[in-house]
C-alpha cells in the first residue's frame, strides 16, 4: 500500500492567526502603556521653585493665626500629612527631632482634610509634637498645589528657594540631610 505523506497546514495558519492577533493587540497595548504614563506623570507633584510662606494667610488647626514674623527669613520643612496616614505618623517623631535639634529651621506640618482637624490636634498631644501643624488654606495651595501623596515633604530655605521635595516616607538622616541643605546658601 502507497504510504502518503500528510502535510500539517494547521501550523502556518495557527502561526499566521498568532502573529495577527498580537500585531492587532499592539496599537491598543502601546496606546494603555501611553494612556497609564500620561496619568501618573499628572498625578505626580511638581512643587514650585519658589515659596514665601511669610507672605500667606496661614492658620494652625486649631484656626489661630500664624504670624508672618514667625517664618521671615527661616529655613522651612513643610510636610503634608495625614493623622490616618501611617508613613506619617512614622516621620512625626523625627520632624519633632529635627525640630529641637536644628531651631533655627521651622517644621511646619499640614493637613488638607478639614474633617481631620481635630484628630490631628489630638495625635499631635499625643506624639508631642512641639512644631506648628497648619490647616491647607487657599493661599497656601495656590502658593505649593497640592500633593497626591502622603506625606510629601519640601524643604524651603531662607530666600524662599524648594531645595528638595520628596513625595513619600523619608528616612530620618536622609531628612537630616535635606535640612541641613536649606541652611546652605543657594
Known amino acids: 500500500?502507497?504510504?502518503?505523506?500528510?502535510?500539517?497546514?494547521?501550523?502556518?495558519?495557527?502561526?499566521?492567526?498568532?502573529?495577527?492577533?498580537?500585531?492587532?493587540?499592539?496599537?491598543?497595548?502601546?496606546?494603555?502603556?501611553?494612556?497609564?504614563?500620561?496619568?501618573?506623570?499628572?498625578?505626580?507633584?511638581?512643587?514650585?521653585?519658589?515659596?514665601?510662606?511669610?507672605?500667606?494667610?496661614?492658620?494652625?488647626?486649631?484656626?489661630?493665626?500664624?504670624?508672618?514674623?514667625?517664618?521671615?527669613?527661616?529655613?522651612?520643612?513643610?510636610?503634608?500629612?495625614a493623622p490616618w496616614c501611617g508613613p506619617c505618623r512614622l516621620e512625626m517623631p523625627w520632624l519633632q527631632n529635627l525640630q529641637k535639634k536644628h531651631p533655627d529651621i521651622l517644621v511646619i506640618g499640614v493637613e488638607a482634610d478639614p474633617a481631620e482637624y481635630a484628630n490631628g490636634i489630638i495625635l499631635a498631644a499625643d506624639k508631642q509634637i512641639s512644631f506648628p501643624l497648619l490647616r491647607m488654606t487657599d493661599s497656601l495651595r495656590d502658593a505649593v498645589g497640592e500633593p497626591g501623596t502622603l506625606p510629601t515633604t519640601i524643604y524651603i530655605d531662607a530666600s524662599g528657594k524648594v531645595v528638595h521635595s520628596i513625595s513619600g516616607i523619608t528616612p530620618e538622616p536622609l531628612m537630616v540631610k535635606f535640612a541641613n541643605d536649606t541652611l546652605q546658601p543657594h
Do not use: C
Open 1 to 81: 500500500m502507497p504510504t502518503t505523506q500528510t502535510q500539517d497546514t494547521t501550523t502556518e495558519p495557527r502561526n499566521q492567526r498568532r502573529n495577527r492577533k498580537w500585531s492587532n493587540l499592539l496599537p491598543a497595548v502601546i496606546f494603555l502603556g501611553a494612556a497609564m504614563f500620561t496619568f501618573f506623570r499628572s498625578q505626580s507633584y511638581h512643587p514650585p521653585a519658589h515659596v514665601l510662606l511669610a507672605n500667606l494667610e496661614l492658620q494652625r488647626l486649631d484656626g489661630a493665626r500664624i504670624e508672618p514674623s514667625q517664618l521671615r527669613g527661616k529655613p522651612i520643612i513643610l510636610n503634608f500629612w
